[in-house]
């Protein structure tokens, strides 16, 4: 079955440090986002590409780093210049042709020890 | 303002009754408009697409009023399962902009 993974599903970063989550699909999407869910709150872009090796800031860019080398892969770096990295993360992708919405990935829950 | 609005919530209501979600949005090129379901501590899942016409999946409906900026999810007979946040996802002409809502939670209680 079509999916998107993410992983790892939780992730505890020290201070200082870098940290790379992974998200894969095999939907054959040409768009795939990074967003991130504070608790009670709504989710807020981090990062967005369209095309392999093309990716924009959304809302929330500072203290993150993403890649996208391949069409399934689109990687997010949280790095140490991210003061408050505790969340959950939310990887998504879609057909921007068609229009049917996001699937989303099933989250990466990091917290910061 | 916000571009997405949606009722703050939480709602509280007992098993079969009818529940209205409501969210409006603010940018007239808005083009696409979903419903998201969330269940706690877990992604946002397709609930239902939303067009002009009004569409229908079992106990949910879902309207869209383009006049009005304004787009509406309608559960029947609610069941303790449909606990959990409902997301309102408007998308924009070209489809790269897409704006969700904070949600509104709900309790579903026997």
């Known amino acids: 079955d079509g999916g998107i993974t993410q992983s790892p599903k939780y992730l505890f970063r020290k201070e200082g440090q870098n940290v790379t989550l992974s998200c894969e699909q095999n939907?054959?999407?040409?768009?795939m986002y990074w967003y991130r869910q504070d608790p009670g709150q709504g989710l807020r872009l981090i990062y967005y590409s369209q095309i392999v090796n093309d990716f924009q800031k959304g809302d929330i860019a500072e203290g993150y780093s993403v890649s996208r080398e391949k069409k399934e892969s689109f990687p997010l770096t949280v790095t140490s210049a991210q003061k408050n990295p505790t969340a959950f993360y939310l990887c998504a992708s879609s057909n921007v042709k068609f229009n049917y919405g996001y699937t989303f990935g099933s989250g990466t829950r990091l917290t910061v020890v | 303002r916000k571009e997405v609005e949606q009722d703050p919530g939480p709602f509280n209501v007992p098993e079969g009754a009818t529940v209205a979600f409501n969210c409006t949005y603010s940018n007239s090129a808005s083009q696409s408009f979903f419903w998201y379901r969330q269940d706690c501590r877990k992604e946002p899942k397709l609930l239902m697409s939303?067009?002009?016409s009004g569409n229908e999946d079992g106990r949910f409906t879902a309207q869209l009023n383009r006049a009005s900026q304004y787009i509406s999810l309608l559960i029947r007979d609610s069941k303790l399962s449909d606990s959990a946040t409902y997301l309102c996802v408007v998308i924009y002409t070209g489809g790269f902009k897409t704006i969700f809502g904070a949600g509104t939670r709900l309790f579903v209680k026997a």
């Open positions: 939907l054959n999407h040409d768009a």
């Open positions: 939303v067009y002009s």
